[in-house]
């Protein structure tokens, strides 16, 4: 196959190595090639163009690795001298409506279309990163980044952007509970109770996390007034002991808020199901779901 690979950084650099050693004629695009990549590129024996066209050029293949802020514009760019069934790729941070949009382009084209989300750190793990792809061409991608050793996994049912979003999504996760983790744990070391506090925590363990996170949001709809009281003494005495409290603020606000509709609009039932729950929120907060 004839890959062009559109940003010689980390990423791109990445997988041009092990696709070029299953055989592959791989081409590397860098508008400003950096001297590590014009060392990889002579050391694997590639070629490196400073155009787009040019690389894109009877490829099957093109694979996006710029930045999030470009990546629109090098998609447009890119399917516009690419052929009918051919395969583009964008491993870009790129917003998911960018994507989409570039998505609904290659459709018109007839040219499959994927959205990869990294879900983690590739300077670390490089390609056997955990990866996530939608799209209309995801078949041929998941056999591609099987070549590399690459775990690859498809987004059931999902469409172009759908991976992007659910990366960011995860980054509201898991860099809150970072957070939250940081600011509760230097008070639990201060107090000299971090074994214990993890001893207090083991009961979550017990559950899966789908099943802790539903009933979360199940019962917080209930009993975010009780639970506000809980916040505001926390906080209280994380002041009170001088540790920095940045999480916590926002925290209380979200379980004000609910505690605000709560008195405004009650649940009709005390045991509401997710589904229930999340209507109720979005009806609250006078969001459209």
């Given at each position: 196959m004839k890959i062009a690979i559109i940003g010689a950084g980390e990423v791109g650099l990445t997988y041009a190595r092990?696709?070029?050693?299953?055989?592959?004629?791989?081409?590397?695009?860098?508008?400003?090639?950096?001297?590590?990549?014009?060392?990889?590129?002579?050391?694997?024996?590639?070629?490196?163009?400073?155009?787009?066209?040019?690389?894109?050029?009877d490829c099957?293949?093109?694979v996006s690795c710029v930045f999030g802020t470009v990546s629109l514009a090098v998609a447009e760019d890119a399917l516009s001298?690419?052929?009918?069934?051919?395969?583009?790729?964008?491993?870009?941070?790129?917003?998911?409506?960018?994507?989409?949009?570039?998505?609904?382009?290659?459709?018109?084209?007839?040219?499959?279309?994927?959205?990869?989300?990294?879900?983690?750190?590739i300077a670390l793990t490089h390609e056997k990163t955990n990866l996530i792809g939608a799209g209309t061409g995801i078949d041929r991608a998941v056999s591609l980044y099987a070549l590399a050793g690459?775990?690859?996994?498809?987004?059931?049912?999902?469409?172009?952007?759908?991976?992007?979003a659910l990366k960011i999504l995860r980054s509201v996760f898991t860099k809150g509970l970072e957070a939250l983790t940081i600011e509760c744990f230097m008070a639990a070391e201060?107090?000299?109770?971090?074994?214990?506090?993890?001893?207090?925590?083991?009961?979550?363990?017990?559950?899966?996390?789908?099943?802790?996170l539903g009933a979360l949001i199940r019962t917080h709809v209930v009993h975010a007034p009780r639970r506000l009281k809980e916040v505001e003494e926390a906080e209280r005495q994380l002041r009170a002991a001088d540790m920095p409290v940045s999480v916590l603020p926002g925290v209380k606000d979200l379980f004000q808020r609910t505690a605000d509709q709560i008195n405004a609009s009650a649940l009709e039932t005390t045991t509401p199901t997710l589904d229930q729950a999340f209507e109720w929120l979005f009806k609250a907060n006078g969001v459209t779901r």
């Open positions: 092990p696709w070029s050693a299953a055989g592959n004629n791989v081409i590397l695009c860098d508008l400003k090639p950096s001297s590590r990549a014009q060392a990889f590129a002579e050391e694997l024996g590639l070629s490196i163009s400073t155009s787009v066209i040019e690389a894109v050029a099957d293949i093109v001298y690419m052929h009918e069934g051919a395969l583009f790729i964008d491993m870009t941070t790129a917003d998911p409506a960018q994507i989409r949009k570039a998505g609904e382009r290659a459709a018109k084209l007839e040219i499959q279309y994927v959205d990869v989300a990294i879900l983690g750190a690459a775990p690859l996994k498809p987004v059931e049912d999902g469409l172009a952007g759908d991976a992007a201060k107090q000299g109770v971090t074994e214990k506090l993890h001893d207090a925590l083991s009961d979550i363990d017990q559950a899966s996390l789908r099943d802790f």
